[in-house]
């Protein structure tokens, strides 16, 4: 199985922030990944499929890069609707795998 | 617009079986492979299940493989998740999700409905 490494797990930041989340595969995944932001009590939501490319109707503040085993979500500047959870999920192969999440929370 | 109803969830003893039911509309769905996803309480999202758009096909995570089976009814347009001998650790809120048209992850979710597995 392919495992996902997520970092960090928490975040502390204020508006208007720079805000980087990275996910390590432990083996190379293609651009086979995408990035979910989920608000308590609600479903995930993608931003993020082909590890950069932006889900429609999401701000253009999200962003994603990385290929193989390196992959980065980058909020350009942090938002009042952003506080969320975020995750990393691989769809290169099954079982498909998260990354265990990162709280962004206010400073 | 993709819409995804769960239903069928609540509170179970231990050993016993329960079977989720998930309404979909907005979409075609005898054309979609579909997946069913959990998130214990205070925890990460973990995959558990995905069956074929004609049912053929399904792959299990480890953690429910042999107790737990995902189908399908085009039909009538629902997805199924027969839970047995169900353990305390099986505790979550449940989602069926819909990946997109190319497997690149999902892009449809269910609101979730929540099973506890308790005595």
């Known amino acids: 199985d392919i495992q996902m490494t997520q970092s960090p797990s928490s975040l502390s930041a204020s508006v208007g922030d720079r805000v980087t989340i990275t996910c390590r595969a432990s083996?190379?995944?293609?651009?086979?990944l995408g990035w979910y932001q989920q608000k308590p009590g609600k479903a995930p939501e993608r931003l993020i499929f082909?590890?950069?490319s932006l889900q429609s109707g999401v701000p253009s503040r999200f962003s994603g890069s990385g290929y193989g085993t390196e992959f980065t979500l980058t909020i350009s500047s942090l938002q009042p609707e952003d506080f969320a959870t975020y995750y990393c999920l691989q769809h290169n192969s099954f079982p498909w795998t998260f990354g265990q999440g990162t709280e962004v929370d206010l400073k | 617009q993709v819409q995804l109803v769960e239903s069928g969830g609540g509170v179970v003893q231990p050993g016993r079986s329960l079977r989720l039911s998930c309404a979909a509309s907005g979409f075609t769905l005898y054309a979609s492979g579909m997946h069913w996803v959990r998130q214990a309480p205070g925890k990460g999202l973990e995959w558990v299940a995905v069956?074929?758009?004609?049912?053929?096909?399904?792959l299990y995570a480890d953690s429910v493989k042999g107790r737990f089976t995902i189908s399908r009814d085009n039909s009538q347009k629902t997805l199924y998740l027969q839970m047995n001998s169900l353990r305390p650790e099986d505790t979550a809120v449940y989602y069926c999700a819909k990946p997109d048209s190319y497997d690149r992850g999902f892009d449809g979710w269910g609101q979730g409905i929540l099973v506890t597995v308790s005595s």
């Open positions: 069956v074929s758009y004609d049912g053929s096909n399904k």
């Open positions: 083996q190379g995944i293609r651009n086979d």
């Open positions: 082909a590890a950069s």
